[in-house]
Nanobody, 121 residues
Framework: QVQVVESGGGLVQPGGSLTLSCAAS????????MGWFRQAPAKQRKMVAG???????SYMDFVKGRFTISRDNAKNTIYLQMNSLNDDDTAIYYC???????????????WGQGTQVTVSS
């Protein structure tokens, strides 16, 4: 079994910062890409940022310069440092991990349960 668990969500004031964490555990042979999506109320889930196993990061335009994704391969964990938060960042943030469970098998995408981020004064 594989688990992907997010943590670190909460309530923050506009202009504030928050750091999310996401850890993968269980029957893991290797992990390829990991990253974050988010889903605001009544809107579709959309990509926020991703990071490869080698540490190459990519960001959607709406978070560039404000969010930083990082990765600790030894801990199978990624982080999302979010700065200059505004109301539009309010959403449930979902972590994903593309995990290989055995040698010479393709990766499958696993999702966390989501963590709520609310930006409000």
């Amino acid at each position: 079994q594989v688990q992907v668990v997010e943590s670190g969500g909460g309530l923050v004031q506009p202009g504030g910062s928050l750091t999310l964490s996401c850890a993968a555990s269980g029957n893991i042979f290797s992990i390829a890409a990991m990253g974050w999506f988010r889903q605001a109320p009544a809107k579709q889930r959309k990509m926020v940022a991703g990071i490869s196993s080698g540490g190459s990061a990519s960001y959607m335009d709406f978070v560039k310069g404000r969010f930083t994704i990082s990765r600790d391969n030894a801990k199978n964990t990624i982080y999302l440092q979010m700065n200059s938060l505004n109301d539009d960042d309010t959403a449930i943030y979902y972590c994903y991990a593309d995990i290989v469970v055995a040698d010479e098998t393709p990766a499958s995408r696993y999702w966390g349960q989501g963590t709520q981020v609310t930006v409000s004064s």
